[in-house]
T-cell receptor, first 112, second 113 residues
Framework: ETAVFQTPNYHVTQVGNEVSFNCKQT?????MYWYKQDSKKLLKIMFS???????VNETVPRRFSPQSSDKAHLNLRIKSVEPEDSAVYLC???????????FGAGTRLSVL | GEKVEQHESTLSVREGDSAVINCTYT??????FPWYKQEAGKGLHFVID?????DRKQSQRLIVLLDKKAKRFSLHITATQPEDSAIYFC????????????FGKGTLLTVTP
């Protein structure tokens, strides 16, 4: 049962372009996240956001920025993509920070 | 920061046998240990978790054990079925917060009929 929706599923672009990925959750959760999963399946948190605060992983390059219109949506923008940005980007949501994460199916980004 | 090592990168079992996936962590302040499953082309799906106030938890065919002294936890899947085939990720969180959740590298479990 899918309740965290990500678009697009797959995106191919060239170095230097700007891309945006969308995420919407219908679970009524108040906290959303973006994770990066590399080619070796390693997962790293990038951002987390609830209606009170945005927490940024300090290792995330500044060209990445989250964008939220309301608690059900958390989009991800990459200003000028680099080859190392090729990965699967997973969106997730939860009730607060201490409960189970629900993940979307991911957006696979390929940077040529 | 916390480091989580997942010892088996791949595991192959026959249907009906048990599968065990082992993880260790480094930070004694970690108190929440969830497990997630990822099927091909999909996102992660929660399977079971354990908190540091207990050392064993069971949910149907899934058992998770926690040894705080050894900083080790493990997932046991009994009576495996082909649909259990997936990548399993362990994770550890300092203070129980998802923001401080560190994932292992994943174990590809294959259950052969």
């Amino acid at each position: 049962e899918t309740a965290v929706f990500q678009t697009p599923n797959y995106h191919v672009t060239q170095v230097g372009n700007e891309v945006s990925f969308n995420c919407k959750q219908t679970l009524g959760h108040d906290t959303m996240y973006w994770y990066k999963q590399d080619s070796k399946k390693l997962l790293k948190i990038m951002f987390s956001y609830n209606n009170k605060q945005l927490i940024v992983n300090e290792t995330v390059p500044r060209r990445f920025s989250p964008q939220s219109s309301d608690k059900a949506h958390l989009n991800l923008r990459i200003k000028s993509v680099e080859p190392e940005d090729s990965a699967v980007y997973l969106c997730a949501s939860s009730w607060g920070y201490e409960n189970t994460l629900y993940f979307g199916a991911g957006t696979r980004l390929s940077v040529l | 920061g916390e480091k989580v090592e997942q010892h088996e990168s791949t595991l192959s079992v026959r249907e009906g046998d048990s599968a065990v996936i082992n993880c260790t962590y480094t930070d004694t302040a970690s108190s929440y240990f969830p497990w997630y499953k990822q099927e091909a082309g999909k996102g992660l799906h929660f399977v079971i978790d354990i908190r540091s106030n207990v050392d064993r938890k069971q949910s149907q065919r899934l058992i998770v054990l926690l040894d705080k002294k050894a900083k080790r936890f493990s997932l046991h899947i009994t009576a495996t079925q082909p649909e259990d085939s997936a990548i399993y990720f362990c994770a550890a969180s300092i203070g129980g917060s998802n923001y401080k959740l560190t994932f292992g590298k994943g174990t590809l479990l294959t259950v052969t009929p």
